[in-house]
Antibody
Framework: QVQLVESGGGVVQPGRSLRLSCAAS????????MHWVRQAPGKGLEWVAV????????EYADSVKGRFTISRDNSKNTLFLQMNSLRPEDSAVYFC???????????????WGQGTLVTVSS | DIQMTQSPSSLSASVGDRVTITCRAS??????LNWYQQKPGKAPKLLIY???TFQRGVPSRFSGSGSGTDFTLSISSLQPEDFATYYC?????????FGQGTKLEIK
């Protein structure tokens, strides 16, 4: 059974950093690209970042480029999102999601974690 | 960036109704369009990928169509569990943008 469990969220002051983790189980993590998607309270979904299964290709939303870094540790079946220079507008529930396609998103994001809440506030 | 625009933003319907949600891309995305369902406090659930292919376990009352810039999600006979918010997402090119969502409510 596929399971994705996010952690690391919390309350942080503007300008500070936070690292989110997503622990994967029930599938061969190292063979899947992985995404982060966020949702501000009461708002819609916003795609954040993707990392290829081999870790050698990453892409980011313009809103986080240069501040956030997506990475993974395939030996530990874990996905990360390092968030630096946080802003109040980064406050959201952050979901990790699995991408089953060889071409990014070609088969959608088929499994999602429950999300972890990040609140950026002074 | 490719902008995805859904219509309507909200929709009231009754059990048994047929409903259609539209998603328009700001440029051609071929068939790289996915649909998700989200219920309050829950993670999104993939319904349809590549415009019209069902994710495993999705009821056949859901269907997707379109190509290029215009896409639709249809639900042929609404069931109580279908009342939720629906999002489209393009995966043609990064950034892989979502539509703003369509909230389907019970009339």
């Amino acid at each position: 059974q596929v399971q994705l469990v996010e952690s690391g969220g919390g309350v942080v002051q503007p300008g500070r950093s936070l690292r989110l983790s997503c622990a994967a189980s029930g599938f061969s993590f190292s063979t899947y690209a992985m995404h982060w998607v966020r949702q501000a309270p009461g708002k819609g979904l916003e795609w954040v970042a993707v990392i290829s299964y081999e870790e050698n290709n990453t892409e980011y939303a313009d809103s986080v480029k240069g501040r956030f870094t997506i990475s993974r540790d395939n030996s530990k079946n874990t996905l990360f999102l390092q968030m630096n220079s946080l802003r109040p507008e980064d406050s959201a529930v952050y979901f990790c999601a699995r991408d089953p396609s060889l071409v990014v998103g070609g088969r959608g994001l088929d499994s999602w974690g429950q999300g972890t809440l990040v609140t950026v506030s002074s | 960036d490719i902008q995805m625009t859904q219509s309507p933003s909200s929709l009231s319907a009754s059990v048994g109704d047929r409903v259609t949600i539209t998603c328009r891309a700001s440029q051609s995305i071929s068939n790289s369009l996915n649909w998700y369902q989200q219920k309050p406090g829950k993670a999104p659930k993939l319904l349809i990928y590549a415009t019209s292919t069902f994710q495993r376990g999705v009821p056949s009352r859901f269907s997707g169509s379109g190509s290029g810039t215009d896409f639709t999600l249809s639900i042929s006979s609404l069931q109580p569990e279908d009342f939720a918010t629906y999002y489209c997402q393009q995966t043609y090119t990064s950034p892989y943008t979502f539509g703003q969502g369509t909230k389907l409510e019970i009339k």
